[in-house]
Each structure stands twice: as C-alpha cells, then as structure tokens.
C-alpha cells in the first residue's frame, strides 16, 4: 500500500474554495486514490475517488495529474458544515484487497 | 436503509472484564470491517471479512481481542480480558463486492470504549 503525506491542518473561510493536496509518490499501477471526510462523534465518509485526470461529483473534484504521484481534493464554496478531518487513501481495491490504510489526515477548519 | 448498525454506542467497564462489541452491516455487502480510533494512532483496520470469512486479520493488535461474523448480518469483536489501553472508538464498516467505487466503505457510528 502506497504511504500517503496530507498537511496535518489547513484553515478556510467560508464561500471559500478548499484544495487540499496528498503526495503519494510510491503508488502502483492499479492503485486508486480515495479521499473520506470524517465529521466529530462520527465514522468516516467516503467523498470522491478516482484513478486519472479529473473527477467530479456533487460533493467534490479531485485532481490527478498524469504522474499519479500526487492528487488535489477541491471543495467548492466551503461552510462552517465542511469543518472535519480529511483523509487521502490509496491503493488497489479492486483486486488487490481490502486493506484500507488511514493516515493522519488533514484536519480542515471553517471560519465564519 | 438503515445504514450500519453497531451496539453498543457507549460502553465504560473495568479493566479485566470482558467486552463484546456488536454490528450489523448494511444488507447486501460482502465486506465488513473492523476498525480502532484514538488520538495517538488514529483509525486503524482491525480486520475484514467477506462472505463472512476473516480474510486479513494482521490489524488485531494481541490475542486478546478476537472477531467473528456467524452470518452476513452479524459480527462481533470481543475483548478478553479488557485494558485500560484499549480505550477508544471502535468503528464498524461495510461494502459491496462489486461496487463500482472500489473503496466505499459504509461506516457505523462507533462504539466509544472506556476501560477503567
């Protein structure tokens, strides 16, 4: 499983848009980027995954470039709601087993 | 749906007793997982299972603490005895085999765990 390096904690405002950014130099050719968001008092969330290029969903975008050895999670227009740690997984869930590996995580708050 | 079920919510005992923690995934899902939070080591994968055979188990930290899923809507990770170490949340996931999104994982409220 490739390691993962987030910033321990950004600061936002809000109506701002957030990127936050995950390198992940030693991932493998069939690995998958997979970002969660984890409110207090609660489990984890899965929000947006992808392998190359750019996907979008209601949520979020996340930015791969073509090296994969990074990814860029985007939160448009952020508010106070979207305060929560923010973790960057990567690896080969399709065929390569389950095992699901967290880091630290990117603790993001919103200020009024 | 009513999303993964886990019991208790809360659970304070003594150190040396025994506990037994209790989840009901979503229906349907192949995978359940088990994981441990705390503050010093942040969310840790126990173990999982599919098609309710433990298929990684490497996570569990001592054998002390053992899993089992009778049926593909139950699963319990038992402590025994319990130590004041063991202290966090423990959190119960679940997801489908063939989901398109390869790594979503569906996850309970928790179980916050106090040894004293």
């Known amino acids: 499983l490739a390691k993962t390096t987030q910033p321990i904690s950004m600061d936002s405002y809000e109506g701002q848009e957030v990127n936050i950014t995950c390198s992940h130099n030693?991932?493998?050719?069939?690995?998958?980027i997979t970002w969660y968001q984890q409110f207090p008092s609660q489990g984890p969330r899965f929000i947006i995954q992808?392998?190359?290029t750019k996907v979008t969903n209601e949520v979020a975008s996340l930015f791969i470039p073509a090296d994969r050895k990074s990814s860029t999670l985007s939160l448009p227009r952020v508010s106070l709601s979207d305060t929560a740690v923010y973790y960057c997984l990567v690896g080969d869930y399709g065929t390569g087993g389950f095992k699901t590996i967290f880091g630290a995580g990117t603790r993001l708050f919103v200020k009024a | 749906d009513a999303g993964v079920i886990q019991s208790p919510r809360h659970e304070v005992t003594e150190m040396g007793q025994e506990v037994t923690l209790r989840c009901k995934p979503i229906s349907g899902h192949d995978y359940l997982f088990w994981y441990r939070q705390t503050m010093m080591r942040g969310l840790e994968l126990l173990i999982y299972f599919n098609n309710n055979v433990p298929i990684d188990d490497s996570g569990m930290p001592e054998d002390r603490f053992s899993a089992k899923m009778p049926n593909a809507s139950f699963s319990t990770l038992k402590i025994q005895p319990s130590e004041p170490r063991d202290s966090a949340v423990y959190f119960c996931a679940s997801r489908k085999g063939t989901s398109g999104d390869h790594n979503e994982q569906f996850f309970g409220p928790g179980t916050r765990l106090t040894v004293l």
């Open positions: 030693n991932i493998a050719t069939n690995d998958y």
């Open positions: 992808g392998y190359k």
